[in-house]
């Protein structure tokens, strides 16, 4: 086995990278493999010869798509079912905002999607264009990630209670928070499989919540902080170009709780705290 992890330097591609720690990897970055020039990636292919590839790349700005929804198509549709065409197994990531939000209890893979934003809907397209062209491919729905090695809404929360005493956080907002390392561990498991998956940390959060979650963190390790609150605010409060789901727990492969992971993503950051 060869596995060649596109989008290396990712949340995803890190924790995929360390979760297959001993199986040979060949890994590609947007600056090393333009994954929008099908010929690249089929030269690429005949020169390293890899035998699955795990698709963590993506145009990813929930916001920036809604303004650039070419750019996104291209990206998350076009290049995806190209992957699929290149005559290895592929393992592609998508994301919880192919649905709608107006379930209040988890969505499974026979949900129907019901995308809100261009960035939401060129990842559905994503989807299924790559099964279309590919019924062996693997397609692993995953949410609200955290991890190593990259800002992400945990970074983003610490780095605001260190510089405010006050900050406000959107309650109307509920999902699934996933830790990157187990979503990755989880994912190298279905290599192998096909079809649709949904892969998260068990339990549900709004963003609220999760602040608040991660602001217990800081305390209990004595980090430095000087937030003394955090108030619930409405999303409508905030500006923004897309839509988000109001709800987009999923239900499928559930691991560890999301505040366990969250608690070990904490000790880590002590240890190796992102720069």
């Known amino acids: 086995m060869k596995v060649w992890i596109a989008g290396q330097n990712g949340l995803l591609g890190q924790a995929c990278k360390k979760a297959l720690e001993g199986i040979e990897t060949v890994g590609t970055s947007r600056d090393d493999l333009d994954m929008r020039d099908r010929d690249a990636m089929r030269r690429f292919v ?3 010869e890899p035998t699955h590839l795990i698709n963590c790349t993506g145009f990813t700005g929930v916001d920036l798509a809604e303004n650039n929804k070419e750019a996104a198509h291209t990206i998350n549709a076009q290049a995806v079912e190209e992957m699929g065409k290149l005559g290895i197994k592929v393992l592609h990531f998508s ?35 790559l099964l279309d062209v590919n019924p062996k491919a693997c397609v692993v729905r995953t949410a609200w990630l955290f991890g190593h090695g990259r800002s992400n809404f945990v970074t983003q929360m610490m780095e605001l ?17 996933c830790y990157a390392d187990d979503i990755a ?16 940390n068990s339990g549900s959060a709004s963003r609220l919540g999760w602040a608040r979650a991660i602001h217990q963190q800081m ?10 609150d955090i108030k619930p ?43």
């Not at 919880?96 to 960035?119: C, E, M, N, Q």
């Not at 994912?187 to 998260?200: F, N, Q, S, T």
């Open 46 to 48: 005949e020169l390293t």
């Open 95 to 129: 994301t919880d905002y192919v649905f709608g939000g107006t379930k209040r209890s988890p969505y499974s893979i026979h949900d129907t999607p019901a995308p809100l934003s261009v960035y939401g809907m060129t990842k559905l397209r994503g989807e299924q264009r």
């Open 161 to 177: 209670m260190q510089k405010n005493k006050e900050i406000r956080v959107v309650e109307d907002q509920v999902g699934s928070p």
């Open 185 to 200: 561990k989880a994912a190298i498991g279905l290599l192998d499989a096909h079809g649709l998956h949904h892969v998260v």
């Open 219 to 228: 305390q209990k390790r004595g980090m430095e902080f000087i937030c003394e």
């Open 233 to 275: 605010a409405q999303s409508r409060e905030f500006l923004s170009d897309a839509r988000r789901p109001a709800y987009s727990v999923l239900e499928g492969i559930n691991l560890r709780c999301w505040e366990e992971a969250l608690e070990r993503y904490m000790e880590q950051e002590v240890l190796c705290p992102v720069a």
